[in-house]
């Protein structure tokens, strides 16, 4: 959605067109399917000038997804563009084959969402940015609703168990002049933080047994829960604690962080949007992604809740935008 709001900002809205991505599937047990022969690919047969391609694209999957549409777009004269570019489950293999293809099949603009991905892949590009990600843009294009009662904190923890938290207590984080304890639990815990598929599949797991019932509130403030993965749906896993909420669109989480005086979680883009409307975050999560937490100053979001400097990020924000500018022209 930051994608889209910054290209529509540049381009104008007519000159960017949202499409789906391309279809792909994981079996039972956590093995990646591709596109089936018989599907229909239709984005090769786009009549654009660009294909854009943003997020974590850059995996051990990219070439298997993405590479024979690629090159049947270049043999239309189509090239592609890779924004807010981040690496996941990336191995020294297909590092070495990504590197190969972008040497004979190069981006025509390549912004990054963290340092490592700008420093791995950064040369390849026409153009290339060490740029910042475009969930930062969230306030931009998204006003959120007030919401009445007390102020809350949002607890977002699909990947590991929730953790207890205890206010008032002598050792721990403190935030507004309260210092609060967190005592991690369950024998998952270590392993899910490195969110693979089969912690994933552990805590689905998990959920079947009975859940030790959480506070609803914790010292001043109210605990909303969210649930980021959802599917399959098991009630068991996302309504085992009180005030939980999960949704298919995203507005309501955007509203929910927006409105957040803290968010803790274990998924860095509840983090991102959280602190990109003003706000505190801190993540429990063992995983390279929160290099796009760093590259905006969040560099201790793991020790302890941080805020970031609103008026760097918006420097960072207008300095990418303007930069993307003069190359698009």
């Not at 007519?14 to 690919?41: A, H, M, W």
């Not at 190069?106 to 950064?122: L, M, Q």
């Not at 506070?215 to 399959?232: A, L, M, Q, V």
Request: proline content about 4%.
């Amino acid at each position: 959605m930051g994608v889209e709001y910054a290209l529509k900002k540049l381009l104008g809205n007519e000159n960017v067109t949202l499409v789906s991505d391309l279809q792909t599937y994981t079996d039972g047990v956590g093995k990646r399917l591709y596109p089936d022969k018989n599907q229909l690919e239709y984005i090769s047969r786009l009549d654009v000038d660009y294909l854009v391609l943003a997020g974590p694209v850059l995996s051990k999957y990219f070439l298997p997804l993405w590479k024979n549409t690629l090159l049947r777009l270049e043999e239309r004269g189509v090239r592609y563009i890779l924004l807010s570019a981040g690496m996941m489950k990336m191995t020294d293999n297909a590092m070495k084959e990504c590197c190969d293809f972008f040497t004979h099949h190069p981006p025509y603009i390549f912004a990054s969402r963290d340092e490592k991905t700008f420093e791995a892949f950064g040369e390849y590009a026409d153009h290339a940015y060490n740029g910042i990600c475009f969930s930062f843009f969230t306030p931009d294009y998204y006003t959120p609703c007030r919401m009445t009662g007390s102020r809350y904190m949002v607890l977002n923890f699909d990947k590991i168990s929730e953790p207890e938290i205890t206010a008032g207590v002598e050792s721990g984080f403190e935030f507004e002049g309260v210092t609060y304890k967190i005592t991690e639990t369950g024998l998952l815990t270590k392993a899910a933080k490195k969110t693979d598929r089969f912690s994933d599949a552990l805590i689905y797991a998990q959920s079947f047994l009975p859940q030790k019932k959480r506070e609803s509130k914790i010292g001043d403030f109210e605990i909303i829960r969210t649930d980021h993965r959802f599917h399959p749906h098991y009630r068991s896993k996302i309504y085992a604690q009180p005030n939980s909420f999960c949704a298919d669109i995203p507005y309501g989480y955007l509203n929910l962080y927006a409105n957040a005086a803290l968010t803790l979680s274990d998924r860095v883009h509840a983090c991102a949007v959280t602190l990109a409307y003003g706000h505190s975050a801190m993540l429990f999560a063992e995983t390279n992604r929160k290099g796009l937490l760093e590259r905006v100053g969040a560099t201790e979001i793991t020790d302890k809740p941080v805020q970031l400097n609103l008026n760097k990020l918006e420097e960072e924000k207008t300095a990418m935008l303007n930069w993307l500018r003069a190359v698009l022209k």
